[in-house]
């Protein structure tokens, strides 16, 4: 099993930025797939990106292309997600995810029920 405590998350202005990350215990992690979900209030989560074991895959939805950037760094057990030109649609508890295999697809990586082990979340409020 592997633990995912998340941090970073706060209050920021809009176009302003953020560095969330998900420390990981347990099971080596560079063995686990990691992704990036966000869930504003009455919304369902939702993804945002995911990284495979090695970083050499990385999948991002649509509306934080070109803002956003995942990275992990396996020696320190540790996931990262950077948040810029932030935006008040934003707002949302981020959440990282992780599961003990490789990234298969697009498909598979925004798939909320495909990650097994889920941090705790780390709210993001974006103010106008």
């Known amino acids: 099993q592997v633990q995912l405590v998340e941090s970073g998350g706060g209050l920021v202005q809009a176009g302003g930025s953020l560095r969330l990350s998900c420390a990981a215990s347990?099971?080596?992690?560079?063995?686990?797939?990691m992704g990036w979900f966000r869930q504003a209030p009455g919304k369902e989560r939702e993804f945002v990106a995911a990284?495979?074991?090695?970083?050499?895959?990385?999948y991002y939805t649509d509306s934080v292309k070109g803002r956003f950037t995942i990275s992990r760094d396996n020696a320190k057990s540790t996931g990262y997600l950077q948040l810029n030109s932030l935006k008040p649609e934003d707002t949302a508890v981020y959440y990282c995810?992780?599961?003990?295999?490789?990234?298969?697809?697009?498909?598979?990586?925004?798939?909320?029920?495909?990650?097994?082990?889920w941090g705790q979340g780390t709210q993001v409020t974006v103010s106008s």
């Open positions: 995810a992780a599961r003990f295999r490789d990234l298969l697809d697009y498909a598979s990586a925004k798939d909320i029920t495909w990650y097994d082990y």
């Open positions: 347990g099971r080596t992690f560079s063995r686990y797939a």
């Open positions: 990284i495979s074991r090695s970083g050499d895959k990385i």
